[in-house]
């Protein structure tokens, strides 16, 4: 029995022998007796780890294995993630053999195995191999090992690794490779206006999440139109599971959108929309831009009122849109016992007006005053009152005379007073004559 447990022991010994790890930066290794002649029956192995960031240089400073068609016999094979990078035997190269010669073995990654095996003879004390290896540095940001370790916008390279930044207003995202924008508080509250994917028309972020809300009065509804240039990254067979534009307006949801097909337009029947658009790790697209207008509820077509006018004079009328009335001049407006000169209104969300529309009254000057000893006629037969309205002062031709002597005709202006063109509002006196 413990001569078997001695038999196992020894197992285990050569088994751990034949097995060398190498950790350092540099190092070296050769075969076994090297310079003198290596033993028959090996089978050795070097692994090899230098830290992250760096690949491995192995390079041989003397090589002298025994020939053999193919490598057949003894040869020392190099590889590098579980891939063989090359089989090395002889003293010469051959058709069917190889030697190192100044040649050096580089690897990609950080591993790299070396293994020597021998037959079960070494006649001519074949000496062997001696080589050296060295840690060089990865310039990740020239060489780009694995695309998915790319940066999305600069790459700086140091001494054993790399790291990425990110172009002005974007922030580098969690995996430390992509660049995405906080787009998350974008409030539109004009009538009109253009939203796009950041970037746009050039590729946009990966890993981007953006909200864009579009806030109007109640009464507006907005429309939506997009430019002909969209391109999200699509699926054939699943509904758009990469990168896409939802839109929320009210109860109604539009999308998802994907593809290289621009959605037609959109009237939302709302006055508050959502655009949500989302972007995944990946993708090269060119995204999208949308054109937003808002047309405010109808209200009815405006019409003057008698001896007035409307200012605009439109074939539609909206929510906010404004109207002056005006009377024309010898008419005013009566509202609340007070004579305007000016009326304005305004379409409501309601779709009607926010007051109805005044009459037009003309102006009265009322009865005129009287000029003692004096007389008043009227040049109408009904003794009218009204704008443009004409009436005319006299005297007892026998005992007054006018004072000045002048046209005496007064008329009712839009001012509402009889004005006379020459005294204006002051009247005449009846001035005793004489006898």
Known sequence: MRCFWLFVLSLFSTAAANLTELTGMFGHIQSPNYPEGYPSDLDVTWNITVPIGFRIKLYFMHFDLEPSYLCEYDYVKVSADEDLLETFCGRER?????????????????????????????????????????????????????????????????????????RFSYILHSDNRTCKVECNDNVFTE?????????????????????????????????????????????????????????????????PFCGDKAPDTINTNSSDVLILFHSDDSGDNQGWKVTFKSVGAPCPVVQPPANGTIEPVQDQYSFKDQVQIRCNIGFKFVKGGDEVEAYQIECQKSGTWSSSIPTCKVIDCGTPRLVVDGFVTFHSKANLTLFRSRIEYSCPALYYQMEPELNTTYTCMENGFWVNDELGTDLPTCQPGPF
């Open 94 to 166: 051959t058709d069917t053999e190889e030697i190192p010669g100044r040649e050096f073995v580089l690897t990609n990654s950080n591993t790299m195995s070396v293994t020597f095996k021998t037959d079960f003879s070494n006649e001519e004390r074949f000496t062997g191999f001696e080589a050296h290896y060295t840690a060089i540095d990865i310039d990740e940001c020239v060489e780009k090992l694995d695309e998915a370790l790319v940066c999305d916008h600069f790459c700086h390279n140091y001494i054993g690794g790399y790291y990425c930044s990110c």
């Open 191 to 255: 009538k009109s206006g253009v939203i796009s994917s950041p970037d746009y028309p050039n590729p946009y972020p990966k890993s981007t999440d953006c909200l864009y809300r579009i806030e109007l009065e109640e009464g507006f509804t907005i429309s939506l139109e997009f430019a002909e240039i969209f391109d999200l990254e699509d699926h054939p067979d699943v509904p758009c599971p990469y990168d896409y534009i939802k839109i929320k307006a009210g109860l109604s949801e539009f999308g």
